[in-house]
């Protein structure tokens, strides 16, 4: 048996889903994803959503939404996977990585402040695990230097932070991703909400190749027939196909994170007081989406520790390389960057299964297989 770290949920009701558009009229860019932005706008509590086809998708439109370009600096972490900091590069600007909490694993704001230059435009946090960011002390220092916020919620979807959704919070743009681990699945897809109306039109505009019939935004109007291009943007559309599963996904999300918090409330328990063992900490005021189940295991070696649980049949990864480690940025000015409590989180982290199918008698075999190999 092969228990993987992450799975997709999928019943019968998001077959039926996908199966009326596959009988519809409209595959692609329709009313089904209409409704799925109407959705997740109105579960986040956002004004506006405007859904493509994959979480860096989404990054990358808010980072041109945004206006950050050639010369501006944006702030995010280490400790996330590449996409958070390759969308700075794909507008030209430059990321900058601020240190971690050691406790909290998101971006330190202290360190956040310590990086801003007359370059900075702009924050990324990431909400790392589910776990939402220290949102209020970002947001004050975001104030104070004129600088926007961009928060990536890839594993964050119905995550809260005092009491509100992700995606509610006065940043200026939010995106999930959609991908099959995470809180819900279209295959591939992502997702970007705002209550700046302004963002949303060139959201909009950046999806869909920078081509628009906005009377507002084009130069003049020949016929009902006419669209302009007025922009430079991508094909980062959705299809309704995987909207109808977003969709229906939804639905159900408020019982995914339930699950993926029993699985983690089973693991604390069962290595509570395992001498050398970290346990992943919950910030008070937040609740995590618990996307992953984070371990730090200093002391017993994680490589040999990742090798035989994976011998084991026991799918457990590692998230995430520091973004500076990466080959590409070495190779592009980022030889001398070293955050040192990223680093000290990288060398010992490991991450369990954490999924809503995962069973109890197959997290079971988990908890069983950690304790015994962290014995020997």
């Known amino acids: ?22 009988r519809s009229d409209y595959l692609t860019t329709g009313p089904a994803v209409e409704e ?68 909290t694993y998101n971006i330190d704001p202290e360190d956040i402040e310590k990086k801003i230059t007359p370059r ?24 104070k230097h004129g600088l926007l916020v961009i928060e990536d919620a890839a ?15 006065p940043s200026d743009i939010t995106i999930f991703s959609f991908h099959p681990v995470k809180p819900i699945t ?54 309704d196909i995987q909207a109808a599963l977003g969709s229906s996904q939804l639905g159900k999300l408020d019982g995914f994170i339930q699950r993926r918090q029993c ?4 693991y604390n328990k069962a290595f509570e007081g395992t001498p050398g063992l970290i346990l992943p900490a919950q910030q008070e005021g937040t609740k995590s989406g618990w996307h992953l189940y984070v ?7 994680r490589d040999r520790v990742f090798a035989s649980l994976r011998d084991e049949g026991i799918g457990v990864n590692v998230h995430y390389i520091p973004v500076y480690r990466h080959p590409y940025y070495q190779r592009h000015g980022y030889q001398d960057t070293f955050c040192p409590n990223a ?23 988990v908890i069983e297989k950690v304790l015994s190999v962290l014995g020997r």
């Open 343 to 365: 680093e000290a989180l990288y060398q010992d982290m490991i991450s369990l299964p954490i999924y809503p199918g995962l069973e109890e008698g197959q997290q079971e075999i």
């Open 186 to 239: 279209t295959g591939e897809g992502g997702m970007a909400v705002t209550d700046d109306k302004g963002l949303y039109e060139r959201l909009k505009l950046f999806r869909s190749h920078g081509i628009t019939r906005e009377e507002g935004m084009m130069e003049k109007k020949e016929g009902g027939w006419y669209y302009e291009q007025v922009a430079l943007g991508f094909n980062y559309r959705m299809t």
């Open 155 to 169: 594993h964050a979807l119905g995550a809260e932070y005092k009491g509100k959704k992700i995606g509610s919070l």
């Open 120 to 143: 900075t435009k702009a924050i990324i946090p990431v909400h790392f695990t589910g776990q939402p960011c220290a949102m209020d002390e970002i947001h004050k220092i975001a104030r």
């Open 295 to 301: 371990l730090q295991a200093p002391g017993f070696g």
């Open 1 to 22: 048996m092969y228990i993987p770290y992450g799975h997709q949920t999928i019943t019968e009701d998001d077959i039926q889903a996908v199966v009326d558009v596959l």
């Open 36 to 103: 799925f932005e109407r959705k997740v706008a109105g579960y986040t509590g956002a004004t506006y959503a405007v859904a493509v086809s994959n979480g860096t998708a989404a990054l990358h439109t808010a980072c041109l939404a945004a206006g950050i370009g050639p010369g501006d600096e944006v702030i995010t972490t280490p400790i996330t996977f590449a996409a958070s900091a390759n969308c700075v590069l794909y507008c030209g600007a430059r990321p900058v990585f601020a240190d971690i909490d050691p406790v």
């Open 263 to 266: 699985v983690a409330e089973r």
